[in-house]
């Protein structure tokens, strides 16, 4: 039986959180990662194809990890996001930092032909969203995105990037923009532009935390508009960025994405603090049977 897949980016360094890689960190009971609980979550919405974009080094110690516990009809690749991965005629040979998400979806296109939901690795999202985007893209065949509330998604040890979005009346996006540092100021959110500008934020504003529901169409654009990336490229920190590939699209008039508000409880691995939360949530979901202990029997 052929269903969507689930894309779950896991190659970025993590450079804000120190001491060990955030993505395989364990944080359930039996030192389940946070990507199981997305793999567990999406294969109850029906999704039976899994893709990990890593980094090469990191091979034998996810296969040895996920080895003899996905269920037997789950499809499980790996697929590698490298700096060097750029079209010909390009030659950056000082660029160290991967070149962002757009560029790690990219690196699925040729094993990716059907509708997909791109998810972080260390990022939980909660079981419903995973339901609600995968009948999207079944029912409607077309894009779509996580609407989660901003308040929900701040972190108290740090400041936190978003893509901050404003809908329509029909829930359809208008803009995205993605916000850097973002912090809770009383009442309000702040945060900064990549231009350097600081903006202040409802907490009440739709965010995206890249749980995006994508048609195979993707790629093309994803190639076009990375080439445009490189041609234009003067600051070698710089990302090819999904929320600004979507915000490209979508003020162009070339595709609709609707926005998917959830009340899910959204929690992550930006800052090493950020763990304890973390593990006490999942063990919370443990004890109230959301999960089995072990996830994975």
Known sequence: MKTNTLIIMAAGFGSR???GTKQTT?????????????????????????????????????????????????????????????????????????????????????????????VNADDYYGSEIFHKTNRFLEEEQNFCMAGFFLKNTLSENGGVNRGICQVDSDMNLVSIKETFQIEQKENEAVGTLSSGEIVHMDLDSYCSLNLWGFMPTIFETLESQFQQFLSELKDMEEEFLLPNIVQNLVSQNKVTVKVLPTDDEWFGMTYQEDRVLVEHKIASYCEKGKYPVPLWK
């Not at 090469?56 to 590698?80: C, G, I, S, W």
């Not at 030659?91 to 791109?118: Q, Y």
Request: charged share 30%; glycine share 8%; with cysteine.
């Open 26 to 118: 364990g944080v359930g009971p039996s030192s389940e990662w946070i990507m199981d609980y997305s793999i567990y979550d999406a294969y109850q919405a029906g999704i039976r194809k899994v893709v990990i974009i890593i980094r090469e080094e990191l091979t034998d110690f996810m296969k040895e990890h996920f080895e003899n516990r996905l269920p037997a009809d789950l499809e499980l690749q790996f697929v590698y996001q490298d700096v060097r991965m750029i079209p010909d005629g390009f030659d950056f040979p000082e660029r160290i930092k991967p070149w962002g998400t757009g560029h790690a979806i990219l690196c699925c296109k040729d094993i990716v032909k059907e509708p997909f939901i791109v």
């Open 17 to 19: 959180y120190k001491g």
